[in-house]
């Protein structure tokens, strides 16, 4: 899981309750929309690995699952078209947190082995710098949101 925050400042008038928690809920989804279309598709391009810090496959592998007949999915791609043909599909943005589902193979969630790979954290890790982007399109959308914030308030007195 990965932690990403973000400073919202108003400006003018403070929105009630119910806007600030939609502000929110989009804010999230604006921040789940831009790590699927920009940071997934980086973590399958070439150097992925030493960009997010995991070990690339060795030569061994790869002769040790065909000698067993089974597919290599890191050349055949199953992984990659997998996530990013469901990601975008999988947002689930609410106040308080976002969830991104993504379909992928069973190998993913399967309960790692020693010397196995992290697979989970090969495809969802961020760097700081894509989380200090991220919290900028955060901030940006929180921000065009509440500057066009044309909400009244209807108190009763009496």
Known sequence: ???IGCTIRFVGAIP?????AAVRTATHRAI????????????FA???AGRYGYSPRSPKTR?????????YLVEQ???ERSAR???PY????????????VDAPPYITQQRRPKQPDYPAEVFDVTSPEEKDLMRVGEAKAAELLTNNRETKTVQIG
């Open 63 to 71: 002769r040790r699952k065909q000698a067993q007949g089974r597919p």
């Open 77 to 79: 791609g199953e992984l």
């Open 85 to 87: 043909a469901s990601a």
């Open 1 to 3: 899981m990965t932690r």
């Open 32 to 43: 789940a929309e831009a790590w699927v279309a920009t940071y997934l598709p980086r973590h």
């Open 90 to 101: 999988g947002i689930k943005a609410a106040p308080n947190y976002i969830r991104l589902s």
């Open 16 to 20: 009630s309750g119910r806007r600030f």
């Open 46 to 48: 070439a150097g992925a």
